[in-house]
């Protein structure tokens, strides 16, 4: 990575507070995870506790079920569940969630974000996969998978601006003018650094080094693959959402790895837009609401 940028994120990016960085510890590795040191944890950590069963409520509320403590809501939607809610919650309020940069819009992001996640959950359906890929987790991977241009929102935000300014500009999709601006320091290998120093879980740090290039994985393939595409899939609503002509291209033999045909991304292509607004009412006053962690 250039000098300069590392420089940057190695100064002004802040080491985790001791008590985030024991809970992201605890849920390190899902099979490892003791369950009352977790809630212990939880419960000291300010208001965690609280957001983490809004979320399992607003989302239980269809179902008719209310958690009342952290072991209700365990029980209610599962321990690897659970890992993801508590991960997603604390990883966003790692960022601010302000708008300050003219080019870049923070809220069209967390949109692209939350559709990366909500694309891949409608992939694994159409490909009867949703009984091995749970809907928290494929949410908790979108939200977090470009985790790079979040830090490059923290400590680089005028570089960042700049990337947003030369894609309007010269009318270039997002990557390429990221290429122009960043070399081959792209925001997959900035998020990894980040993964990296924050000793972030393994899967996560897998999705962030390698959903743009899926083929590279070495563990949990698949997953690497339905995040790829349902990220390709979201960049696209994405671009679409800044009035932009481009559109990238989604290889046909990834799709077919997964047994489905381009037909059934196109079926996806067209219900995002709906289940991202639909997400966005739940999800937005939670945001709002979030835990203050620095
Ligand atoms: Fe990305
Ligand atoms: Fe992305």
Request: aromatic fraction near 6%.
């Amino acid at each position: 990575m250039s000098n300069v940028i590392l420089q940057v994120l190695e100064r002004d990016l802040p080491e985790l507070p001791p008590q985030v960085a024991e809970i992201i510890e605890e849920l390190r590795d899902p099979n490892l995870i003791d369950r009352p040191v977790l809630i212990r944890k939880i419960n000291e950590c300010g208001n965690l506790g609280a957001a983490v069963l809004r979320v399992v409520n607003s989302v239980g509320q269809r179902r008719g079920r209310r958690a009342r403590s952290l072991e209700d809501a365990i029980l209610l939607v599962g321990l690897e569940a659970t890992r993801h809610i508590i991960l997603g919650i604390l990883l966003q309020a790692l960022f601010p969630q302000r708008q300050l940069l003219e080019n870049f819009d923070r809220r069209s992001f967390f949109r692209h974000c939350l559709g990366t996640g909500l694309a891949a959950q409608l992939l694994c359906q159409e490909a009867g996969l949703s009984g091995r890929f749970d809907t928290y987790k494929l949410v908790n991977y979108g939200l977090i998978h470009d985790i790079g241009i979040l830090a490059l929102d923290r400590c680089l935000p005028v570089t960042l601006n700049r990337i947003f300014q030369i894609a309007t500009e010269e009318n270039i999709p997002i990557l390429q003018a990221e290429g122009k601006v960043l070399g081959r320091h792209t925001h997959s290998a900035i998020g990894q650094w980040v993964c990296t120093k924050w000793h972030l879980p393994p899967d996560i740090r897998n999705v962030v080094q390698y959903h743009h290039a899926p083929r590279r994985a070495q563990v949990n393939k698949q997953e690497i693959i339905i995040m790829h595409i349902a990220d390709t899939i979201s960049f696209n609503y994405y671009e679409s959402l800044r009035e932009s002509v481009h559109k990238y291209e989604i290889e046909a033999d990834l799709v077919e790895s997964l047994g489905l045909s381009m037909a059934q991304i196109l079926k996806v292509e067209e219900a995002l837009p709906q289940r991202v607004e639909r997400a966005l009412e739940i999800l937005e006053p939670i945001a709002q609401d979030a835990p203050c962690i620095f």
